[in-house]
């Protein structure tokens, strides 16, 4: 976040009795004069600030002193900071994100600070990201920390409200992980023997799924640990898995079923014909070969067409659990 913090503070020394109009008339004093070091500095940070997150900071090289006594100075930060949000029901629900500002060595007994009365805060109408945005702010004052009383900090609290913007992950996430299990359905109509065909539709499900959540960690940094993100992913990981798997299993019995064919249909041609009566009980091995059975009680077809079913009902399934817990929690 990119952010101007101005400061204003009382400095009696500074008052000029004799002054007409003392609110408007100031003097300007840059950092290359000598007195500079002279003045005394407010020592603000923000508390969120994750450590080494500022990453530019334009230091002002002037401070106006109006003749009433009072001191301004204005920085420029680009900084990053965290929020205490909760994040199983994000993005499904707007969050207010906290930020205190406190002072880094005094006390709340020799320093205090305030709110500039009015219009605090100010921030542009294009304050969003593709994913969120800043609908409203609210200022108030907290408390510095600390246990004790005199050990406790000046600090003053800013919340955000954060406005989930729904398209970002729709277009981002949901869609494409959506239509790659949309696709890994529509595998299941390819005949189990194109064995080209179906794994490479698994593995460029696979791939693209992948491809799907490094792009969502790079354009969306700040969401990777969102758990409805995480269990959306996983979900849709989880069902390329199983779709290999099924492919695996219903080939697998597909070529055991056509060897079995083939065995059945050798013995039967390569049999000679009877001329006499056989006995009753003749154990010789065409009769058993004659009379074996299937491998499998189920034919492999009719597994897959089964999978397939159960493949779209369980998707089906997962997104009305999935968005009624996420929209109703």
């Known amino acids: 976040m990119t952010y101007f913090m101005k400061l204003r503070w009382q400095d009696d020394r500074f008052i000029r009795s004799d002054s007409i109009d003392p609110e408007n008339n100031y003097i300007t004093l840059y950092g290359t004069d000598s007195d500079w070091t002279k003045l005394w500095l407010p020592d603000i940070f923000m508390v969120n600030e994750i450590p080494a997150g500022i990453f530019d900071v334009v230091p002002t090289d002037f401070i106006r002193i109006y003749e009433n006594g009072t001191l301004t100075i204005s920085r420029r930060h680009v900084a990053l900071f965290y929020c205490s949000i909760r994040l199983f029901k994000v993005p499904m629900t707007d969050e207010i994100c906290p930020i205190q500002f406190q002072s880094n060595s005094y006390t709340v007994d020799e320093m205090e600070l305030f709110w500039f009365e009015g219009i ?28 004790m009383a005199k050990e406790r900090r000046p600090c003053l609290k800013l919340e955000l ?50 491809t799907q959540m490094v792009g969502v960690m790079i354009v969306f940094p700040d969401t990777v640990q969102l758990e409805p993100l995480l269990v959306w ?16 299993v219903v080939h697998n019995m597909y070529i055991t079923r056509e060897r079995w064919k083939k065995q059945n249909k ?49 998707f089906i399934i997962f997104n009305v659990v999935y968005w009624s817990t996420f929209m109703l929690v």
């Open 120 to 147: 605090s805060i100010v921030y542009s109408d294009d304050f969003f990201s593709m994913n969120s945005k800043v609908t409203r702010t609210e200022t108030s004052k907290c408390s510095g920390g600390a246990s």
């Open 266 to 314: 050798e013995i039967k041609v390569s049999r000679p014909r009877m001329t006499q009566i056989q006995p009753v009980n003749d154990d010789t091995e065409d009769s058993k070969a004659q009379t074996k059975r299937s491998p499998y009680c189920i034919t492999p077809y009719r597994m897959d067409k089964i999978c397939m079913v159960l493949f779209i009902l369980t």
């Open 161 to 210: 409200n954060i406005h989930q913007v729904y398209k970002g992950f729709v277009l981002q996430v949901y869609l494409p992980g959506g239509a790659i299990v949309i696709m890994l359905w529509l595998g299941f109509f390819i005949h189990l023997n194109e064995v080209s065909a179906r794994v490479r539709v698994v593995s460029i499900g696979f791939t693209a799924m992948i």
């Open 233 to 248: 992913n996983i979900f849709c990981l989880c069902m390329n898995l199983l779709a290999f798997i099924e492919f695996i």
